[in-house]
């Protein structure tokens, strides 16, 4: 099961007005879910020396605040909880994307390794026993388009689309009608939405 968030272009209308949680879960006793983010040298749009430069704002920090929005203490509904387990280097590319290997990822994929679309800004593949149970969830992010870690350019936000994709990972489906949901399925470009909302929390 994957599912994506695209370039807002046209709108979209649905008939659910609440986020979707789905019939895949975690089970309790894999909490916190363990997730890595791939130690990446570039990512198109982010400064040579993003890892570096600005220690508040790197990528990991921006990755690790995005999951942090769906966990219990940031959400008083939940018992989810999801654990940042560094970085990895392999395997890498389109091998990281693994359903079977309990390896769960972050990974930005870019030039032929990318196979989604342009339009598409990122992808998260859940697997899942036929009972619901979920094993193992992989996102991976557009590096053809441009990124940003906030501010006002029209390159797209990590910290708004993870946000996005995080809420895949956990097991929730999108929220068609609601423009203003973190789990609507689309976003415009440059957009900064990183807060969940009403609907994102029920």
């Known amino acids: 099961m994957s599912r994506s968030l695209s370039m807002l272009t046209v709108l979209l209308?649905?008939?659910?007005?609440?986020?979707?949680?789905?019939?895949?879960?975690?089970?309790?006793?894999?909490?916190?879910?363990?997730?890595?983010?791939?130690?990446?040298?570039?990512?198109?749009?982010?400064?040579?020396?993003?890892?570096?430069?600005?220690?508040?704002c790197t990528l990991d920090n921006a990755v690790k605040t995005a999951f942090a929005r769906w966990i219990k203490g940031s959400v008083t509904q939940t018992e989810w909880n999801s654990s940042y387990q560094g970085t990895f280097t392999t395997p890498s590319v389109r091998s990281a994307i693994d359903g079977s290997d309990c390896q769960n990822v972050v990974i930005w994929l870019g030039g032929a390794v990318w196979r989604w679309g342009n339009g598409t800004l990122g992808l998260t593949t859940v697997s899942f026993y036929t009972s619901g149970q979920i094993t193992n969830a992989d996102m991976e992010l557009n590096n053809i388009i441009p990124?940003?870690?906030?501010?006002?350019?029209?390159?797209?936000?990590?910290?708004?689309?993870?946000?996005?994709?995080?809420?895949?990972?956990?097991?929730?489906?999108?929220?068609?009608?609601?423009?203003?949901?973190?789990?609507?399925?689309?976003v415009g470009q440059g957009e900064i939405k990183r807060q969940l909302d009403a609907d994102d929390i029920s």
């Open 13 to 56: 209308f649905g008939l659910s007005a609440r986020a979707n949680p789905g019939q895949y879960r975690w089970p309790s006793s894999n909490l916190p879910v363990p997730y890595k983010v791939f130690a990446h040298s570039g990512i198109n749009g982010l400064p040579s020396s993003f890892s570096t430069n600005c220690p508040s």
């Open 147 to 186: 990124w940003k870690l906030g501010g006002t350019s029209y390159s797209f936000d990590v910290e708004s689309i993870v946000t996005h994709e995080a809420g895949h990972f956990l097991g929730l489906d999108h929220t068609p009608s609601n423009l203003n949901a973190i789990m609507y399925p689309a």
